[in-house]
Antibody, heavy 121, light 114 residues
Framework: QVTLRESGPALVKPTQTLTLTCTVSGFPLSTTGMCVSWLRQSPGKAPEWLAYIDWDDDKYYTTSLKTRLSISKDTSRNQVVLTLTNMDPVDTATYFC?????????????WGQGTIVTVSS | DVVMTQSPDSLALSLGERATLNCKSSQTILHGSNNRDYLSWYQQNPGQPPKLLIYWASTRESGVPERFSGSGSGTDFTLTIDNVQAEDVALYYCQQYYPTPPMYIFGQGTKLEI
């Protein structure tokens, strides 16, 4: 069974750096055709894709946040880490990690439950 | 910028009716490598992550009831729910994927009510 679980701080102050961890079970991160992505969703809004990392360690970022985002993976722990620098109240959202399955139209086929992050002083 | 526009914003139906949810892309999303439309549909209930229903515009994800079907190509896509059930009340999002550079865009969502 494939599961993803997000972890990280629930509250960060403006200008701080957010670090989130996605712990993956059920498939190795080195599996060809499998990628792990981070998305976020503000209340009442559609999900917003942030970044993804593929089996070959290639990394891709949404253009609007590219200068603030970094994604990496630890294959020994089967974890994917996202950092977002210079946090602002507008970054308050639920942050999800999700698997991208190339064989399923590069869609997000398995999602974590999400972690709520609030940016406030 | 690519924009995905869903219509209607909300839809109220009676049990057993057919739901038709539309999604329009400002740019075609047909990929030359395999001639497929990289358009997916998701269902989201309150407090839950989105759930994948359809990918490649019309391929149903494993375990998704047959009453859910996807159609369309190019810039215009439709999610159809036949014989709407109470458990189908949710938000539905379309999402497209562009490979170069990689980019995922979601529509604003359609709320289905009974």
């Amino acid at each position: 069974q494939v599961t993803l679980r997000e972890s990280g701080p629930a509250l960060v102050k403006p200008t701080q750096t957010l670090t989130l961890t996605c712990t993956v079970s059920g498939f190795p991160l080195s599996t060809t055709g499998m990628c792990v992505s981070w998305l976020r969703q503000s209340p009442g809004k559609a999900p917003e894709w942030l970044a993804y990392i593929d089996w070959d360690d290639d990394k891709y970022y949404t253009t609007s946040l590219k200068t603030r985002l970094s994604i990496s993976k630890d294959t020994s722990r089967n974890q994917v880490v996202l950092t977002l620098t210079n946090m602002d109240p507008v970054d308050t959202a639920t942050y999800f990690c999700a698997r991208i399955k190339v064989a399923a139209g590069d869609a997000f086929d398995v999602w974590g439950q999400g972690t709520i992050v609030t940016v406030s002083s | 910028d690519v924009v995905m526009t869903q219509s209607p914003d909300s839809l109220a139906l009676s049990l057993g009716e057919r739901a038709t949810l539309n999604c329009k892309s400002s740019q075609t999303i047909l990929h030359g490598s395999n001639n497929r439309d990289y358009l997916s549909w998701y269902q989201q209930n309150p407090g839950q992550p989105p759930k994948l229903l359809i990918y490649w515009a019309s391929t149903r994800e494993s375990g998704v009831p047959e009453r859910f079907s996807g159609s369309g190509s190019g810039t215009d896509f439709t999610l159809t729910i036949d014989n709407v059930q109470a458990e189908d009340v949710a938000l539905y999002y379309c999402q497209q994927y562009y490979p170069t550079p990689p980019m995922y865009i979601f529509g604003q969502g359609t709320k289905l009510e009974i």
